[in-house]
């Protein structure tokens, strides 16, 4: 990611970390709208899973610009998530939920360049998740 792109995301999910509750809400109804054969897969409390996801979401992008640090974290959330039944494609599912959450919530400041920003965020980093998905049983 560029020094910009960081930025980016960083600042723009500053905006985000005020209504992070509806946030989070919106995203599990999104997802969940996209594909409902992925409601099984959140057997807990949706609430008390979004409010972990925007914590592992706030942890990420505040060290965006260390990403070597925060690598290792990420790939033993995609090793742990084979065991929760999530498959490759269901990633997609996931960005497709995670933008549309964001220029909800962001409304006009979601710019072009703001979501191509995050886009990169996603792409490196459920990247990683896959690929530690992929050897969790080596």
């Known amino acids: 990611m560029t020094p910009q792109e960081i930025t980016l995301v960083q600042s723009s999910w500053q905006k985000v970390v005020p209504i992070k509750e509806?946030?989070?809400?919106?995203?599990?109804?999104?997802?969940?709208?996209?594909?409902?054969?992925?409601?099984?897969?959140?057997?807990?409390?949706?609430?008390?899973?979004?409010?972990?996801?925007?914590?592992?979401?706030?942890?990420?992008?505040?060290?965006?610009?260390?990403?070597?640090?925060?690598?290792?974290?990420?790939?033993?959330?995609?090793?742990?998530?084979?065991?929760?039944?999530?498959?490759?494609?269901?990633?997609?599912?996931?960005?497709?939920?995670?933008?549309?959450?964001?220029?909800a919530g962001l409304g006009d400041a979601f710019t072009d360049e703001v979501k191509g920003a995050w886009t990169s965020a996603y792409v490196i980093l459920a990247g990683a998740m896959k690929d530690a998905a992929a050897t969790a049983w080596d």
């Open 22 to 103: 509806k946030a989070a809400e919106l995203f599990y109804g999104k997802l969940f709208e996209m594909d409902p054969s992925l409601r099984p897969l959140f057997k807990g409390d949706t609430v008390e899973q979004g409010r972990k996801l925007m914590a592992m979401i706030n942890a990420v992008v505040t060290k965006l610009d260390q990403l070597d640090d925060i690598v290792p974290a990420v790939q033993e959330l995609g090793r742990r998530h084979v065991a929760y039944g999530v498959k490759d494609e269901d990633y997609d599912t996931v960005a497709g939920a995670l933008l549309w959450t964001l220029g």
